[in-house]
C-alpha cells in the first residue's frame, strides 16, 4: 500500500467511528493478548487489523502508561520491518492498541520448527539482520514528548 493509502487509512482508523471486533486469538503472553480483528469503517468498509488488549488485572495506571507511551511512540515509527501501530482506545475500561496485521509464521513458531536441529545458516542471519534494521531505526527515531 502507498505511503499515502496508508495515511489515510490510519486516520480513517483512528476516527471515533470506527469499531473494532476480535475474530480469532493469535497469541498471549503476560500482559497482554493479540487478536486478528476487524475494523469497521463509517464508511462500513471492514479492515484487518491485530488488536492487542492489555489483560484486566494489569490496568493499573503506571502500566497503562507505559502502554499508552508505547502505543505513541510506536505510531511515530515507519519502517518496513516495524509493525505499523493504527490507533489505542480505552473502551469501556479495556485497554487496547491497534495494529497492523501481519499474516505468516512468528518467530517463535520459526524456532519451534528447528527443535532438534539447527535453523539454516542464511535464515538465521536474515532475521537477524532484519531485526537489527528496525531496532536500529527505532533507536535512532526522535519523540518529542
Do not use: C
Not at 519502517?79 to 518467530?107: C, F, K, Q, S, W
Request: net charge positive; no cysteine.
Amino acid at each position: 500500500m502507498a505511503s499515502g493509502a496508508n495515511q489515510r487509512l490510519t486516520l480513517r482508523l483512528r476516527s471515533p467511528q470506527t469499531r473494532y471486533r476480535p475474530v480469532s486469538r493469535i497469541a498471549a503472553g503476560g500482559m497482554a493478548e493479540v487478536w486478528r480483528g476487524e475494523a469497521t469503517l463509517a464508511t462500513g468498509d471492514v479492515v484487518p487489523v491485530a488488536i492487542k488488549r492489555v489483560l484486566p488485572n494489569l490496568e493499573d495506571p503506571n502500566f497503562l502508561t507505559m502502554i499508552e507511551d508505547e502505543a505513541r511512540l510506536g505510531m511515530l515509527l515507519r519502517h518496513p520491518n516495524v509493525v505499523r501501530v493504527y490507533d489505542a482506545r480505552n473502551i469501556g475500561g479495556t485497554y487496547i492498541v491497534i495494529m497492523e496485521l501481519v499474516d505468516g509464521d512468528t518467530l517463535k513458531g520459526l524456532l519451534d520448527a528447528t527443535i532438534g536441529r539447527p535453523m539454516p545458516i542464511a535464515a538465521a542471519l536474515f532475521i537477524g539482520r532484519e531485526l537489527l534494521r528496525a531496532l536500529g531505526y527505532a533507536h535512532a527515531a526522535n519523540d518529542d514528548k
